[in-house]
C-alpha cells in the first residue's frame, strides 16, 4: 500500500491524545460522610475488571478513528504493480489513435475510428484538466509532435480522419518517446489505441524507455474476409504502339475461406480494356495474365478493378507505362560503320538507329541511348572506356563485339575500366558453342519448342576471356569448356553484355545465324529504362527519372486534379531523384508537369499490408514486449476512464477509510453512552 499525500501521516502523533487520556484516570473522587451508617441501606461496589475493559475498547475505538481519519486524508492506495505511481505532479500524455484503412470496418460500436476517438477523450478524461497531451496518428505530421492543453487535444481529436499511411508499432512508439524528450520533469504514459492488427508489429523485440508507461487499448473488430490486389507486372518490358500488352494481375486472399470467381477489369485511360476471374485459395495468391492492345504513343495511366464487399480500399491498383514510337540505338564505330549492325536495326522501324565513330561522339548525349554497341575495340582509349563505364553505372546497356586482332590493348583497357572478365589470348581454332541459357530474360519466353539436334553458332576465331570468379558473369551462350560466348555481366544500375567473336564472317557464323537477330532485338528491348510501374504510399520517399535539367524560372509539379505539389529536385549524373516525402497521401496517378508539358505519369497505391485483417492477441502483444510490462484494456461497451485512474494511482482505499473512521467514532459514542460495567451489591 502508497500514500498519494504521506505528510498527512505525521497526524498520527494524535493518536498519543487518547493513550495520555487512559494511562492517567483523570476523574476526581468526591468523599462523602456518613453520620450514621445505619442510614447507609446498599454499597454500590465497582468492579474493576469491567470498567477496565471498557475503558480499553474506548481507547480502541479512538486510536482507529483517528488512524483512518489520517490515512482518508493521507490517500492510501494499492499499486497495480509495483512500478507504478506518480512521483511527479504533472502527466504527460501521448494518445495515439490508429486511423489506417483498417480501422473504416464496423464492429458494435461502430466504426473503429469512431470508437477509437471516443476512448481517447475517457483516457485523457481521466487525468486532471492541468496535464499535457499529444496526439499522434499515422500521418506524422509536425502538429503532432507537440503536446497540448486538454482543450486542444479534445479538438484535434474530433479532426482525426482516415488516411492512406500506415505505420509499426516501433514506429509509433519512437515517435512518442521523443515528444517526451523536453519534458523531463513530468509522470510519462503512452497510449496506443488499435484494432492491432498482425502486421502492425515489427519483426523484432520492442525498444521502449522502461520510464514510461505503456498501455494498449485493444478494440474489438470482426475478422473479414477480403480480397485484394496485390501486384501488377508486364510480361514484356517493352510497350509498341498497336502490340499486344500482356498484364499479369495477381490477387491475394486474406481469409480462411476460397474465394471463387472475383471479377477482374483493367482499364487504360480510364476505357475498358480487359476482362477476366479468378478463384483464389485462402491465405494465397492467384495470378491472370490479361491481353490487350490498340495502345497510342504516349504515357497510359492503368487501373486494375475487383468488386469485393464490404472491405473495398484495396479493390483498386494503379500503374503507369510508356508506349513508345521509336527507340533510339547507338552505334560506335572505329574505321567504318558495322553492316550487319546497320542491316538488323534499320530493316525494324521502332528502332532510330545511329551510328558514329569513336572520334566523334558526344558525350553529354549518351545517356538519351538506352542501348549503345561498340563494334570495334583495338584503339578504345581511357577516356572513353571512363565514360562507358558512368554511362552503364547510371543503368545504360552496352554490348562489346571486340575486334579479333593480335593486339587487344584496348579491349583490356575498356573490361578493365567495366570490372569485366579480361581478354588473354586469341583462339583460332573452329569451335562450336554448346549451351544456351534459356532462362535469360533474352531469350526466355523466344523459343516455344527446341529441336533435339540444336544448331548453335560455331566460331572459328574467338578471345579467350579470363574466368574472374570476382565478376558477375552470366552466360548466355557458352562454348563446352565453360568459357563465355556470349556473356551478360551487370555493372552498377546496368548491363554490359561481351561477345568473344567480332562481328564479322572470318570469325564465324554468328551474325548469320537464326539466334543473332533474336538476341540483338530482345537486348535492345531489355535496355529500355521506364518509370516503374507503381510506388507505394508510406514506404517510397523519391521517385526516380532520368536526368531532368531545368532553367533558372522552372519548376516541377506532381499534379493530380486540383492536388499539386512541388517535389525537391536531386539531380546527379546517375539521374534524378525527386523526394516527394509526405506530401502524396492519396492513391492514384500523378503528372509531372515541367511548364504544360507531361514529362512522365507515376502511380501510388496504398500499403497492401493493410489488406490482411487478422489480429493480435493479447499474448502475442505481451510476447513482444520487454518483461511484459505493458497494460493492455479491452474496453467492451463500458468507459475505460476508471480502469485509468485505477492503473495511474492503484486502487483507492481514501473512501473506505473514511468510512471506517465514522464507523468507529460511532463505535465510541455508543460504548461511551451504553456500555454499563457490572456492579455487586453489598447488603448493610
Same mark, same amino acid.
Given at each position: 500500500?502508497?500514500?498519494?499525500?504521506?505528510?498527512?501521516?505525521?497526524?498520527?502523533?494524535?493518536?498519543?491524545?487518547?493513550?495520555?487520556?487512559?494511562?492517567?484516570?483523570?476523574?476526581?473522587?468526591?468523599?462523602?460522610?456518613?453520620?450514621?451508617?445505619?442510614?447507609?441501606?446498599?454499597?454500590?461496589?465497582?468492579?474493576?475488571?469491567?470498567?477496565?475493559?471498557?475503558?480499553?475498547?474506548?481507547?480502541?475505538?479512538?486510536?482507529?478513528?483517528?488512524?483512518?481519519?489520517?490515512?482518508?486524508?493521507?490517500?492510501?492506495?494499492?499499486?497495480?504493480?509495483?512500478?507504478?505511481?506518480?512521483?511527479?505532479?504533472?502527466?504527460?500524455?501521448?494518445?495515439?489513435?490508429?486511423?489506417?484503412?483498417?480501422?473504416?470496418?464496423?464492429?458494435?460500436?461502430?466504426?473503429?475510428?469512431?470508437?477509437?476517438?471516443?476512448?481517447?477523450?475517457?483516457?485523457?478524461?481521466?487525468?486532471?484538466?492541468?496535464?499535457?497531451?499529444?496526439?499522434?496518428?499515422?500521418?506524422?505530421?509536425?502538429?503532432?509532435?507537440?503536446?497540448?492543453?486538454?482543450?486542444?487535444?479534445?479538438?484535434?481529436?474530433?479532426?482525426?480522419?482516415?488516411?492512406?499511411?500506415?505505420?509499426?508499432?516501433?514506429?509509433?512508439?519512437?515517435?512518442?518517446?521523443?515528444?517526451?524528450?523536453?519534458?523531463?520533469?513530468?509522470?510519462?504514459?503512452?497510449?496506443?489505441?488499435?484494432?492491432?492488427?498482425?502486421?502492425?508489429?515489427?519483426?523484432?523485440?520492442?525498444?521502449?524507455?522502461?520510464?514510461?508507461?505503456?498501455?494498449?487499448?485493444?478494440?474489438?473488430?470482426?475478422?473479414?474476409?477480403?480480397?485484394?490486389?496485390?501486384?501488377?507486372?508486364?510480361?514484356?518490358?517493352?510497350?509498341?504502339?498497336?502490340?499486344?500488352?500482356?498484364?499479369?494481375?495477381?490477387?491475394?486472399?486474406?481469409?480462411?475461406?476460397?474465394?471463387?470467381?472475383?471479377?477482374?477489369?483493367?482499364?487504360?485511360?480510364?476505357?475498358?480494356?480487359?476482362?477476366?476471374?479468378?478463384?483464389?485459395?485462402?491465405?494465397?495468391?492467384?495470378?491472370?495474365?490479361?491481353?490487350?492492345?490498340?495502345?497510342?504513343?504516349?504515357?497510359?495511366?492503368?487501373?486494375?478493378?475487383?468488386?469485393?464487399?464490404?472491405?473495398?480500399?484495396?479493390?483498386?491498383?494503379?500503374?503507369?507505362?510508356?508506349?513508345?514510337?521509336?527507340?533510339?540505338?547507338?552505334?560506335?564505330?572505329?574505321?567504318?560503320?558495322?553492316?550487319?549492325?546497320?542491316?538488323?536495326?534499320?530493316?525494324?522501324?521502332?528502332?532510330?538507329?545511329?551510328?558514329?565513330?569513336?572520334?566523334?561522339?558526344?558525350?553529354?548525349?549518351?545517356?538519351?541511348?538506352? *542501348?549503345? @554497341?561498340?563494334?570495334? $575495340? !583495338?584503339?578504345?582509349?581511357? &577516356? +572513353?572506356? /571512363?565514360?562507358?563505364? =558512368?554511362?552503364?553505372?547510371?543503368?545504360?546497356? *552496352?554490348? @562489346?563485339?571486340?575486334? $579479333? !586482332?593480335?593486339?587487344?590493348? &584496348? +579491349?583490356? /583497357?575498356?573490361?578493365? =575500366?567495366?570490372?569485366?572478365?579480361?581478354?588473354?589470348?586469341?583462339?583460332?581454332?573452329? $569451335?562450336?558453342?554448346?549451351?544456351?541459357? +534459356?532462362?535469360?530474360?533474352?531469350?526466355?519466353?523466344?523459343?516455344?519448342?527446341?529441336?533435339?539436334?540444336?544448331?548453335?553458332?560455331?566460331?572459328?576465331?574467338?578471345?579467350?576471356?579470363?574466368?574472374?570468379?570476382?565478376?558477375?558473369?552470366?552466360?548466355?551462350?557458352?562454348?563446352?569448356?565453360?568459357?563465355?560466348?556470349?556473356?551478360?555481366?551487370?555493372?552498377?544500375?546496368?548491363?554490359?553484355?561481351?561477345?568473344?567473336?567480332?562481328?564479322?564472317?572470318?570469325?564465324?557464323?554468328?551474325?548469320?545465324?537464326?539466334?543473332?537477330?533474336?538476341?540483338?532485338?530482345?537486348?535492345?528491348?531489355?535496355?529500355?529504362?521506364?518509370?516503374?510501374?507503381?510506388?507505394?504510399?508510406?514506404?517510397?520517399?523519391?521517385?526516380?527519372?532520368?536526368?531532368?535539367?531545368?532553367?533558372?524560372?522552372?519548376?516541377?509539379?506532381?499534379?493530380?486534379?486540383?492536388?499539386?505539389?512541388?517535389?525537391?529536385?536531386?539531380?546527379?549524373?546517375?539521374?534524378?531523384?525527386?523526394?516527394?516525402?509526405?506530401?502524396?497521401?492519396?492513391?492514384?496517378?500523378?503528372?509531372?508537369?515541367?511548364?504544360?508539358?507531361?514529362?512522365?505519369?507515376?502511380?501510388?497505391?496504398?500499403?497492401?499490408?493493410?489488406?490482411?485483417?487478422?489480429?493480435?492477441?493479447?499474448?502475442?502483444?505481451?510476447?513482444?514486449?520487454?518483461?511484459?510490462?505493458?497494460?493492455?484494456?479491452?474496453?467492451?461497451?463500458?468507459?475505460?476512464?476508471?480502469?485509468?485512474?485505477?492503473?495511474?494511482?492503484?486502487?483507492?482505499?481514501?473512501?473506505?477509510?473514511?468510512?471506517?473512521?465514522?464507523?468507529?467514532?460511532?463505535?465510541?459514542?455508543?460504548?461511551?453512552?451504553?456500555?454499563?460495567?457490572?456492579?455487586?451489591?453489598?447488603?448493610?
Amino acid at each position: 500500500m502508497r500514500f498519494l499525500f504521506p505528510g498527512f501521516l505525521f497526524a498520527l502523533l494524535f493518536i498519543a491524545i487518547p493513550v495520555i487520556i487512559h494511562l492517567f484516570n483523570f476523574r476526581k473522587f468526591k468523599k462523602v460522610y456518613f453520620s450514621n451508617v445505619s442510614f447507609l441501606k446498599e454499597i454500590q461496589h465497582q468492579t474493576s475488571s469491567s470498567r477496565n475493559l471498557k475503558n480499553l475498547l474506548l481507547l480502541i475505538a479512538r486510536i482507529l478513528t483517528i488512524i483512518f481519519l489520517v490515512f482518508a486524508f493521507a490517500r492510501p492506495y494499492i499499486p497495480e504493480r509495483e512500478d507504478s505511481g506518480n512521483q511527479y505532479e504533472q502527466n504527460a500524455v501521448s494518445i495515439y489513435i490508429d486511423n489506417s484503412y483498417s480501422m473504416e470496418t464496423l464492429n458494435k460500436e461502430g466504426s473503429l475510428l469512431d470508437e477509437a476517438k471516443r476512448r481517447a477523450r475517457e483516457i485523457a478524461s481521466a487525468y486532471s484538466i492541468n496535464n499535457k497531451y499529444q496526439l499522434l496518428t499515422n500521418d506524422f505530421e509536425g502538429k503532432h509532435q507537440r503536446l497540448l492543453s486538454y482543450e486542444d487535444f479534445i479538438k484535434a481529436v474530433d479532426d482525426v480522419k482516415i488516411s492512406s499511411l500506415n505505420k509499426n508499432l516501433q514506429q509509433i512508439i519512437s515517435r512518442q518517446q521523443d515528444v517526451f524528450a523536453s519534458e523531463p520533469n513530468t509522470e510519462k504514459a503512452v497510449y496506443v489505441i488499435s484494432d492491432f492488427q498482425r502486421n502492425f508489429l515489427p519483426v523484432k523485440d520492442l525498444e521502449i524507455d522502461s520510464a514510461i508507461a505503456l498501455r494498449f487499448v485493444r478494440l474489438e473488430a470482426n475478422e473479414l474476409a477480403n480480397i485484394s490486389v496485390d501486384s501488377v507486372w508486364f510480361v514484356s518490358p517493352v510497350h509498341r504502339t498497336n502490340e499486344t500488352e500482356k498484364l499479369v494481375v495477381q490477387l491475394k486472399n486474406n481469409s480462411d475461406k476460397r474465394a471463387e470467381n472475383i471479377p477482374i477489369k483493367v482499364l487504360i485511360d480510364g476505357k475498358p480494356k480487359a476482362l477476366g476471374s479468378l478463384n483464389v485459395e485462402a491465405r494465397n495468391t492467384s495470378k491472370d495474365t490479361l491481353s490487350f492492345s490498340g495502345l497510342n504513343p504516349g504515357w497510359k495511366r492503368g487501373e486494375v478493378a475487383i468488386t469485393d464487399y464490404p472491405v473495398v480500399f484495396d479493390d483498386n491498383f494503379f500503374f503507369s507505362f510508356n508506349v513508345r514510337q521509336r527507340m533510339p540505338v547507338l552505334s560506335i564505330f572505329e574505321q567504318a560503320e558495322n553492316p550487319y549492325i546497320n542491316a538488323l536495326y534499320k530493316a525494324e522501324s521502332f528502332f532510330n538507329y545511329q551510328a558514329v565513330s569513336s572520334g566523334s561522339i558526344d558525350y553529354s548525349r549518351l545517356a538519351e541511348h538506352p *542501348l549503345i @554497341i561498340l563494334t570495334a $575495340t !583495338e584503339n578504345t582509349s581511357a &577516356g +572513353l572506356a /571512363t565514360q562507358l563505364k =558512368t554511362y552503364v553505372q547510371n543503368g545504360g546497356s *552496352l554490348m @562489346i563485339f571486340p575486334s $579479333t !586482332e593480335p593486339s587487344f590493348s &584496348g +579491349l583490356s /583497357t575498356l573490361t578493365q =575500366t567495366l570490372g569485366t572478365e579480361v581478354p588473354q589470348a586469341i583462339l583460332s581454332q573452329e $569451335t562450336k558453342v554448346t549451351s544456351i541459357n +534459356l532462362q535469360h530474360p533474352i531469350f526466355k519466353g523466344v523459343f516455344s519448342q527446341l529441336p533435339n539436334k540444336l544448331d548453335l553458332p560455331v566460331a572459328k576465331k574467338a578471345i579467350r576471356y579470363s574466368n574472374s570468379s570476382r565478376s558477375s558473369r552470366q552466360s548466355i551462350l557458352q562454348f563446352a569448356d565453360g568459357r563465355g560466348f556470349f556473356s551478360h555481366y551487370s555493372v552498377g544500375k546496368g548491363k554490359v553484355y561481351l561477345s568473344a567473336v567480332a562481328l564479322s564472317e572470318e570469325s564465324g557464323n554468328f551474325v548469320r545465324h537464326s539466334v543473332f537477330v533474336p538476341l540483338m532485338y530482345q537486348a535492345a528491348f531489355l535496355s529500355l529504362r521506364d518509370n516503374r510501374l507503381f510506388y507505394t504510399l508510406g514506404k517510397d520517399q523519391f521517385l526516380e527519372m532520368n536526368k531532368i535539367t531545368l532553367s533558372a524560372n522552372q519548376t516541377l509539379k506532381l499534379k493530380k486534379g486540383n492536388f499539386e505539389a512541388i517535389p525537391d529536385m536531386r539531380s546527379s549524373d546517375k539521374g534524378t531523384r525527386l523526394f516527394i516525402s509526405d506530401q502524396i497521401k492519396e492513391k492514384g496517378l500523378y503528372q509531372l508537369l515541367k511548364g504544360d508539358s507531361i514529362l512522365s505519369v507515376f502511380a501510388f497505391n496504398d500499403n497492401r499490408l493493410e489488406s490482411d485483417l487478422s489480429y493480435l492477441t493479447k499474448s502475442d502483444l505481451k510476447s513482444k514486449i520487454p518483461n511484459g510490462k505493458v497494460d493492455i484494456f479491452n474496453p467492451g461497451k463500458g468507459s475505460i476512464q476508471n480502469a485509468i485512474k485505477a492503473v495511474n494511482n492503484g486502487l483507492q482505499l481514501w473512501k473506505l477509510c473514511l468510512i471506517l473512521a465514522l464507523v468507529f467514532l460511532a463505535i465510541e459514542i455508543l460504548l461511551a453512552r451504553f456500555y454499563k460495567a457490572k456492579e455487586s451489591k453489598l447488603k448493610i
